[in-house]
C-alpha cells in the first residue's frame, strides 16, 4: 500500500469534469444503439425536404430508453440540414392543454403578443406562419395531455408536416379520437428496452463525458450498470453515478470505490424517474403539498390544496394525483371499509419504488 493520503482529494480537486452530461435532458452527440430509430423517423421527415408531405409516426415504449434522446437528435440535425423545414418539439407534461401548447407555439414562431388573445385567434397567427414551411411536431408524453383539439386543428389546417406522437403506452394510439386517428394515420415505431451489454455500453461513454478519466474502479461500475440494467431505465444509471461521484467526493476519495456505488444505491428511493422541473406548476404544487402531508387521505389533501388557492375540481386533483403516482413521483393505496369507506392513502415514503420493479 502507498502512502495513505495520496488516494484522497486535494483542495479544489474534483472527480468530475463535466456534471451537465449527467443531467436526464443531455443529449449525446452518440447515441448508441438507437441507428435504426432514428433513421425511421428521420425516413418519416424525408418527404418534407422533398417539398412533398411527410409520414405521421407513433412511437411508444419503456421510460428511459432513449425516446426524447432520439428525437430531439433527429430534430437537432434537421436544423443544421435545412431552413425549410420547422421542428416544433413539445413536451406535453409541460404543456398539457391545447392553449398552453398554441401560445408555446407562438413563441416557437417568434410571436409576442399572447396576451388576452384566445386560442383561435392564437392557432389563426401561428398556421400562417408555419404554413409559409413544412413543419415536424413532436408531442412528447403526449399521454399527459388533457384536450386534443390542437391536434385536431394541426391535422386540419397546416399542409406539410410530420406529426410525432410518443408516449409509455402503445394503448394511448387506439385510445385517440377517431376523428384524430383517421386523419393521423400513423405508423407506429417501438423503441425497445436495452440488454445488459447496451445500457453499460451507453453508460460507459456518458462516465468518459462527465467524469475525469480513471476515477471509477472497474467494479463499482459495473455495479451501477448492473443495477441500471435490473431497473431498465438509463436515468437510474445517470442518477446513480453522479451520487455515487457525491459521496466519493464527501469523503474525500480519489476513486470511486464499490462501497461508494453501494451508497448510492442505497440512495436509489430517494430518486425520482422523471425530473421534477417537467411537471407543469399545478402538479409541482400538488406534489409539494402530498411531501408535505404524506400518509394522508386524498380527500384531506384536497382540502389542504383549496386552502392553498387552489382551484381545480376534485376530479380534476384526483386525475393529477394519479398521474403522479403512475410516474413514480408518488405512491397511492386505496384503503376499503375504514369509516369513510373506500379512499385512497397518497404518500411519499415508497416514492418511485424504483428497487421493486
Ligand atoms: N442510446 C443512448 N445513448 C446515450 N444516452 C442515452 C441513450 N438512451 C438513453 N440515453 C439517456 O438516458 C436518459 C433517458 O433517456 P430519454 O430521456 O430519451 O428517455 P425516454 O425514453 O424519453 O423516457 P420517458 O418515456 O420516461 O420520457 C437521457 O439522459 C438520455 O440521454
Ligand atoms: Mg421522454
Known amino acids: 500500500m502507498g502512502n495513505i493520503f495520496d488516494g484522497m482529494l486535494k483542495e479544489g480537486e474534483s472527480l468530475f469534469k463535466n456534471l451537465d452530461a449527467l443531467d436526464f435532458e443531455f443529449v449525446p452527440k452518440l447515441l448508441p444503439y438507437r441507428e435504426n430509430q432514428q433513421h425511421y423517423i428521420a425516413g418519416c421527415i424525408k418527404p418534407l425536404l422533398?417539398?412533398?408531405?411527410?409520414?405521421?409516426?407513433?412511437?411508444?415504449?419503456?421510460?428511459?430508453?432513449?425516446?426524447?434522446?432520439?428525437?430531439?437528435?433527429?430534430?437537432?440535425?434537421?436544423?443544421?440540414?435545412?431552413?425549410?423545414?420547422?421542428?416544433?418539439?413539445?413536451?406535453?407534461?409541460?404543456?398539457?392543454?391545447?392553449?398552453?401548447?398554441?401560445?408555446?407555439?407562438?413563441?416557437?414562431?417568434?410571436?409576442?403578443?399572447?396576451?388576452?388573445?384566445?386560442?383561435?385567434?392564437?392557432?389563426?397567427?401561428?398556421?400562417?406562419?408555419?404554413?409559409?414551411?413544412?413543419?415536424?411536431?413532436?408531442?412528447d408524453e403526449i399521454d399527459k395531455v388533457e384536450d386534443f383539439d390542437f391536434l385536431y386543428s394541426i391535422l386540419e389546417e397546416i399542409y406539410k408536416k410530420t406529426v410525432l406522437l410518443i408516449t409509455n403506452y402503445r394503448e394511448k394510439l387506439d385510445e385517440l379520437d377517431e376523428r384524430i386517428r383517421s386523419r393521423l394515420l400513423p405508423e407506429i415505431l417501438e423503441f425497445p428496452q436495452y440488454n445488459r451489454d447496451e445500457t453499460a455500453g451507453i453508460l460507459k461513454e456518458r462516465m468518459k463525458l462527465s467524469f475525469v478519466s480513471g476515477v471509477w474502479e472497474k467494479d463499482a461500475f459495473d455495479l451501477v450498470a448492473e443495477k441500471t440494467a435490473d431497473i431498465k431505465d438509463i436515468r437510474c444509471g445517470l442518477y446513480l453515478m453522479r451520487a455515487a461521484g457525491m459521496i466519493a467526493e464527501d469523503n474525500e476519495m480519489r476513486k470511486i470505490m464499490l462501497a461508494h456505488a453501494k451508497s448510492a444505491i442505497q440512495k436509489l428511493p430517494e430518486f425520482t424517474v422523471k425530473d421534477k422541473d417537467e411537471l407543469d406548476d399545478e402538479s409541482q404544487s400538488i406534489l409539494s403539498i402530498v411531501k408535505e402531508n404524506s400518509g394522508k387521505k386524498i380527500g384531506d389533501l384536497f382540502k389542504v390544496y383549496q386552502e392553498k388557492g387552489g382551484t381545480s375540481t376534485y376530479k380534476t386533483f384526483q386525475r393529477r394525483i394519479s398521474k403522479l403516482s403512475e410516474n413514480r413521483f408518488i405512491s397511492t393505496e386505496k384503503i376499503t371499509g375504514g369509516k369513510d369507506g373506500t379512499t385512497t392513502i397518497v404518500s411519499v415514503e415508497k416514492e418511485k419504488k424504483l428497487t421493486e420493479f
Open 50 to 139: 422533398q417539398g412533398r408531405n411527410g409520414k405521421n409516426l407513433f412511437i411508444f415504449g419503456a421510460p428511459g430508453i432513449g425516446k426524447t434522446a432520439a428525437i430531439k437528435w433527429v430534430l437537432r440535425d434537421l436544423e443544421e440540414h435545412s431552413d425549410d423545414v420547422v421542428p416544433v418539439y413539445i413536451n406535453c407534461w409541460q404543456k398539457n392543454t391545447t392553449y398552453k401548447i398554441v401560445v408555446e407555439m407562438c413563441g416557437l414562431v417568434g410571436y409576442k403578443f399572447t396576451q388576452n388573445k384566445k386560442t383561435e385567434e392564437l392557432f389563426r397567427i401561428v398556421k400562417e406562419r408555419l404554413n409559409k414551411k413544412a413543419v415536424v411536431f413532436a408531442f
